[in-house]
């Protein structure tokens, strides 16, 4: 099978995308690793694997879900209640931005 080749460019413009800016050095760097990484997947897809089975995971651990029921809508006014302070039916709490509170 070929091999898939990245170019540096590519690296480059992916990184715009991303708002990462990269060094020349760097540059080289994760396109030297991401060609070696799409290799990988070139030797991956020259497996045969027709006749295996699918997995979707290694452990026979089932997740047991219970319905989603709302059954505690009533209560805003008890959590109210047991909160230390209220403003406009919110629980009020300390502000933790732009230094807002201390």
């Known amino acids: ?3 898939t080749i990245i170019t540096r460019d590519e690296v ?3 990184a715009g995308l991303a708002k990462l800016a990269f060094n020349d050095a760097d540059l080289d760097q994760f396109t030297t690793q ?3 990484i799409l290799n990988i997947f070139d030797t991956l897809n020259e497996v045969n694997t027709d006749d295996v089975i699918p997995t ?3 452990t026979e651990n089932v997740n047991h ?8 809508w009533n209560q ?4 109210l209640n047991n909160a230390p302070l209220e403003a406009a039916d919110l629980i009020k709490v300390p502000a933790i931005l732009n230094g807002e509170g201390e």
């Open 12 to 14: 480059a413009h992916v």
């Open 65 to 72: 879900l219970r319905e989603d029921v709302a059954n505690n």
């Open 34 to 36: 991401l060609g070696d």
């Open 56 to 58: 979707y995971s290694v």
């Open 1 to 3: 099978m070929a091999e």
């Open 76 to 79: 805003k006014q008890e959590l």
